[in-house]
Structure formats: C-alpha cells, structure tokens
Antibody, heavy 127, light 110 residues
Framework: QITLKESGPTLVKPTQTLTLTCTFS??????????VGWIRQPPEKALQWLAL???????RYSPSLKSRLTITKDTSKNQVVLTMTNMDPVDTATYYC???????????????????WGQGTLVTVSS | QSVLTQPPSASGTPGQRVTISCSGS????????VIWYQQLPGTAPKLLIY???QRPTGVPDRFSGSKSGTSASLAISGLRSEDEADYYC???????????FGGGTKLTVL
C-alpha cells in the first residue's frame, strides 16, 4: 500500500523559511520511473506544481519559484524534504506531497503524472 | 490566470452525461498527454485519467478522456451524486518547463 504524508509547521512568519517533510512508504524512490514531488493549492484556488525529485537523483523546479526552492531526499528515512525561503502571505496554501510515475513509452523528465497524493498540510503565512 | 482554461462550473442530473473541457496551446496540450484529477470536497486530488484516456485501476469506466489538437475533454456518463467534485486538467508545459494545471471545474450534481 502506497502512502505519503506531509509534516511541517502550520504557521510561518513572513520572510521565514518553510521546511516540509514528505514521509512515504510502499515504494522506493530508487525505482526507475518514479519521483516524489510537491504541489500546492492556495485556499479556493487551483493547483500549482512546485518541485520533483526523480529516481535518478535529478531534480526539477517550477521556474517561477526556482530561486526559493530546494528539494532533497533522505533515502534511509524514505523522506523527501522541500524548503522554501522568504515566505510571504501569498504562499499560504495546502501543500501536497505526490508520487510521480513515468508513463510508458516516454523518456525524459516531462513524462510523469502524479499517481498518488498525500492528504496535504495547510501552511499559513502570517505575522 | 491558469495556463490551461477550464469552465469554472458544470452541472448535470443523475444518470446524465457531462463533459468538461480543457483548452491549451501548441506548447502544452498540443504536444503532450493530458491528465485529469478529481478532488472531492475537503480531500486531496486523486488521479482520474492519464495519457489522455487511460484510467488507473479502480476508476470506473464512466469516466473517459479524449484529446484533439490543443483541447481535451473529460466525459462522465451515468452521473452520480458522488461525482460532485472539482476536476482539474494538467499537462507538461514546454514553454514553462513544468507541469501546468487548469483552473478547475466545479461539478454539481443537481
């Protein structure tokens, strides 16, 4: 059974750095064609992809947020960590951890879809 | 402003067939496969359709996806009350070098 669970602060102050941890089970991030990433959703708004850590240790970031994001993995703990610097109230959102799967007959970082989602964690940015 | 354009709302009565559209461009839908996600109220999104028209195990065949040119559609037949949810289309955006989403369509079962 595949599970992903997000953890981290529920409230951060403007200019602070957010650190979110995704703890997963039921699959290995070393398996070819797999990735673990982050997607967020501001209240009552649409989804926004943030970052993806691939099975081969490649990483990809949303160009609009790339300067603020870092994604890392801890293989021994089955965890992927996202840090986002210089938080602002507009970053208030539910942050989801996702398992990405590469579709058949396709090669390259773009060939993935988000197969499983964590329950999400609401992060509020306010002083 | 979302890269992919969806109608904000759709509705139907039980048993009806409804379709939700997703409009993009040659730099996204026009060259990449489309994915659909279903988000039931108060829950995380769930994968509904991938590779334009493939259903993951467990998704009923009442849900189907199609694509033509730079647009895609999600069709739901035999509408049920539990289908009431937000539906999002997504794909890879070449010009943005990342995954892009539509603004979502809120489906109401009357």
């Amino acid at each position: 059974q595949i599970t992903l669970k997000e953890s981290g602060p529920t409230l951060v102050k403007p200019t602070q750095t957010l650190t979110l941890t995704c703890t997963f089970s039921g699959f290995s991030l070393s398996t070819s064609g797999v990735g673990v990433g982050w997607i967020r959703q501001p209240p009552e708004k649409a989804l926004q992809w943030l970052a993806l850590f691939y099975w081969d240790d490649d990483k990809r970031y949303s160009p609009s947020l790339k300067s603020r994001l870092t994604i890392t993995k801890d293989t021994s703990k089955n965890q992927v960590v996202l840090t986002m610097t210089n938080m602002d109230p507009v970053d208030t959102a539910t942050y989801y951890c996702v398992l990405a799967r590469r579709r058949a007959s396709c090669s390259g970082g773009r060939c993935y879809y988000f197969e499983y989602w964590g329950q999400g964690t609401l992060v509020t940015v306010s002083s | 402003q979302s890269v992919l354009t969806q109608p904000p709302s759709a509705s139907g009565t039980p048993g009806q067939r409804v379709t939700i559209s997703c409009s993009g461009s040659t730099s996204n839908i026009g060259r990449e496969t489309v994915i659909w996600y279903q988000q039931l109220p108060g829950t995380a999104p769930k994968l509904l359709i991938y590779n334009d028209n493939q259903r993951p195990t467990g998704v009923p065949d009442r849900f189907s996806g199609s694509k033509s040119g730079t647009s895609a559609s999600l069709a739901i037949s035999g509408l049920r009350s539990e289908d009431e949810a937000d539906y999002y289309c997504s794909t890879w955006g070449d010009s943005l070098n990342g995954w892009v989403f539509g603004g979502g369509t809120k489906l109401t079962v009357l």
